[in-house]
Structures are given as structure tokens and as C-alpha cells.
């Protein structure tokens, strides 16, 4: 399925202005700045300068706080994107409640006790990140993630995706029995949305420390329903054979 463009420019603004760049730039400005952020529930919060603000709306990351402090801009970074910009990207900090420092074993213990499937989910959203995919949330197509090519203001969501593993530790569950499969496919169909299924192999890795993630290998699988119309003999030749 090709790419929907939301505007005749929309195309040209995202080649002129690479997703990879965009978080190149965000990536220096957070380590210069030596920004950190306060492990919270499920989240992170970030205080961050005007700069900052800027980048982290066009890298797609997090979601603005609006607050009392009209000289202060708080974002609310999801687990994923918390551990993301701290372990792969390592320009964020991560602190305590009590503004001590956490070290990546101990956010990812945290977070493994928050969210069992966190290891599989990261792993998926790191995998489309480090391929300059725009990742969120998908809980509203029914999918664990959206893909999208670029900015969600310039094109509409290329992928849903469903995280699934192999054995008993399934992430999700998901796409276990016929139904779910075809309501799944129906569902991305109608919302212009080819499904892509990515399925985390550990390996024999457990989750005991993020170190497991390098042995973790991603299987990508698109998958369509299947069109009557698209499939049969080319119309043209077809006439050519009347005529």
C-alpha cells in the first residue's frame, strides 16, 4: 500500500526534513543539555527548553503536559520511549522519585514489573524506530502499535502493527484463532491499513537484563485480505480479446 500524503507538499516537507535527522538533532540537544527525567507510574516525565519542545513534537516523541508554568514545557514519555532515548540513544537520564539516578538494568527491572510483555513490546518499537518509522500507540485500531513514514501532520499510518512471540510467553495473545484473524485484517482494511506482524524470537534469551535484547531476532510478516478484483486477468487484454 503506497504512503497517503495528507497535502500536495506534504511529501516534498518530509524529504527535505528526514525523520533520522530530526532525531539526530534531538539526540544532541538532549545530551548537551544533560536532560533528564522522572520515572512516574508507566511514564517519564521531561522538562524540557523551547529547543527541545520543537524536536521532540517532530521526532513524534512523547506527549506535551499542558501546566500552570508558562515558562516550563513538560512531555509525558511512554515506557518504550523512555527507554529508548536512555538505552539506545543514551541522551536521557532517568531518576527517582527521591532525584537519584536509575541505571538502565534497574528502569528495566521497573519496567518489567510494570508491564510483563515489555521486553517483546520494546524490542518491536525499537526495531521500527532504528528503521526511522514513527511509532505509537495503536489501542485505537485494535493493533499494539501505528506505523507511520513520517510525521502523523504529513501522512496517514502505513501499518498497524501486532507484536507476537513464539511459545507460551505470547505477548499478546493475539491471532490465535480464525476470527481474531479476520476481524483484524477487516479492521486495517477499512481504515486503509496493511497489518504488519512482527514476531520476537528470544532465542533462549530470558528477560533478565536489557543485554537480552541483542539476542532477540524480529520476523516481519505483512499480511492482506485477499481482492477478487486486484487478482484477475488484466482488464485491457481482456478487451483487446473481445475486440
Known amino acids: 500500500m503506497a504512503p497517503r500524503w495528507k497535502g ?8 527535505a526534513d528526514p525523520m533520522s535527522k530530526i532525531v539526530l538533532e534531538l539526540q544532541s540537544s538532549l545530551m548537551q543539555s544533560d536532560a533528564h527525567a522522572l520515572l512516574s507510574g ?3 516525565l521531561l522538562e524540557v527548553e523551547a529547543e527541545q519542545t520543537d524536536l521532540l513534537n517532530r521526532a513524534c516523541l512523547g506527549r506535551p503536559i499542558v501546566t500552570a508554568e508558562k515558562d516550563k514545557q513538560w ?4 515506557m518504550e520511549e523512555a527507554f529508548y532515548l536512555s538505552h539506545s540513544l543514551k541522551c536521557l537520564r532517568i531518576v527517582g522519585e527521591d532525584n537519584c539516578p536509575i541505571n538502565n538494568e534497574e528502569m528495566w527491572q521497573y519496567m518489567n514489573s510494570k508491564k510483563g510483555t515489555f521486553p ?8 521500527l524506530r532504528e528503521r526511522n518509522w514513527v511509532v505509537r500507540s495503536g489501542s485505537q485500531y485494535g493493533v499494539d502499535f501505528v506505523a507511520y513514514r513520517h510525521h502523523p501532520s504529513l501522512v496517514h499510518a502505513e501499518y498497524a502493527v501486532l507484536v507476537l512471540s513464539e511459545g507460551d510467553d505470547d505477548a499478546n495473545g493475539r491471532l490465535r484463532v480464525w476470527s481474531d484473524f479476520h476481524c483484524t485484517i477487516r479492521l486495517c482494511g477499512s ?3 496493511t497489518l504488519l506482524v512482527l514476531n520476537i524470537s528470544k532465542n533462549g534469551q530470558g528477560t533478565v537484563s536489557p543485554s537480552c535484547l541483542e539476542h532477540y531476532a524480529v520476523e ?4 492482506m485480505r485477499w481482492n477478487p478484483e486486484q487478482c484477475r486477468e488484466d482488464q485491457t487484454i481482456v478487451e483487446n480479446v473481445i475486440k
Do not use: M, N, P, W
Not at 8 to 15: N, R, V
Not at 120 to 127: E, N, P, Q
Open 8 to 15: 500536495k507538499d506534504s511529501e516534498a516537507k518530509a524529504l
Open 42 to 44: 508507566c511514564s517519564a
Open 75 to 78: 512531555f509525558q514519555l511512554g
Open 120 to 127: 517483546l513490546f520494546y524490542k518491536a518499537y525499537s526495531h
Open 191 to 193: 481504515v486503509a491499513k
Open 220 to 223: 516481519e510478516r505483512t499480511i
